[in-house]
Every structure is written in C-alpha cells, then in structure tokens.
C-alpha cells in the first residue's frame, strides 16, 4: 500500500498540474525545449512514445465501446477487437508502471533529492490508476459476458463510463510524470 498523501492536491482525482515544489528542474527543461535536446532521441523519446501509445489504445478502446453502443460495428468483431486491445493496453500499462516504480522512480529521485517526493507522487498515482485498471477488466467482462445484445449495450455504456474517466486520469498522471521525468533524464542523460 501507498502512504497517505501529505496534501489532497497531491491526490491524482484533484490535481491540476504538476505542483509548483516538483517544477524545480522542469524550469532549466521546459517542453517546448525537450526535442530539440541533443540527448531526446534515446529513453525521453521512448518514455514519450510509450505515453502516446497509452493514450491513443484507450482512446480507440472508447470510440469502439460507443460503436458498439450505437451498433456500428457487430458484437462478434467488437469482441474480438475488445480482447486484443484490452489485453495489450492492461498488460502494456501494468509492465510499464513496475518498471517506473522499480527501476527509474528510485534512480531519478536518487539524481535529484530535491523533487524526490514528486517520484512518490508518481507511485500513489499508480496504486490509483491500478483500481482503474480492475475497473476496466470487470467492466471488459461484462460486456463480454453478457446475456443478450440489450445487456451487452448497457454494459457497454458502463464500459464506457469507465472509460472517460480512465482517461482524464491517466492524461493528469502521465502529463504530470513528463513534467517530472523528462527534465532529469535529459539534465542527467539517463539511458
Ligand atoms: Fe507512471
Ligand atoms: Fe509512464
């Protein structure tokens, strides 16, 4: 388990941005300098690519619950579809937050004490996002699992709910973990 938050605006479901005491490397790093970095096209690249993958999967995923809903594509393609891509956007998402908390979170805050509480943000982030993801599978199943068509729309239309609110989150913490990240791994040339 996580350790309580020291602030609720710290808490992923709140936060608005990356709090003011973890932008302190982002300053000497801002975006917009990022690709133009002689070190971007190594691991800030990858972690960037990786992030957009996230974001683009649960996007189809969305707009394949809503033709599924509106019956623009048949319940037979739409399972298929919703195993393959569930599958690989739970297990992509899962493999990449152990990583991060394994691995580059510890060796990141170790590179710059002064924001290492940010890092633990990024963890707490991750055990908030893992009850979404538990959402996703059991709302996944159920559409899957259903009785007749009416059953499997209305659970696709909870799917689907589910789905939104995945995605104002993970969008909050992965545009906050850039913020945080890709600023030491160029100072640092991490990887
Ligand atoms: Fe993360
Ligand atoms: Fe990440």
Request: aromatic share 8%.
């Amino acid at each position: 388990m996580a350790e309580p938050l020291p602030h609720p605006d710290l808490a992923l479901e709140t936060r608005l941005q990356l709090p003011a005491d973890y932008q302190l490397i982002l300053a000497d790093y801002p975006r917009e300098g990022w690709q133009g970095h002689v070190d971007f096209n190594g691991l800030a690249a990858f972690w960037l690519d990786r992030h957009l993958e996230f974001r683009q999967l649960l996007q189809r995923l969305r707009s394949e619950a809503e033709a599924r809903i509106d019956g623009s594509l048949a319940p037979e393609a739409y399972a298929v579809r919703l195993q393959r891509m569930g599958s690989r956007f739970l297990n992509g998402l899962v493999g990449h937050h152990q990583i991060e908390d394994d691995a580059y979170f510890p060796e990141l805050a170790r590179l710059e004490p002064s924001i290492a509480r940010g890092f633990e943000m990024l963890d707490s982030d991750h055990h908030a996002l893992h009850g979404l993801i538990e959402g996703f599978a059991e709302g996944g199943n159920a559409v899957l699992m259903a009785a007749d068509d009416a059953a499997a729309r209305e659970a696709a239309a909870a799917f689907h709910n589910h789905l939104g609110r995945f995605q104002r989150l993970l969008a909050r913490h992965l545009e906050d973990e850039e913020d945080l990240v890709l600023p030491v791994v160029l100072k640092h040339r991490v990887g």
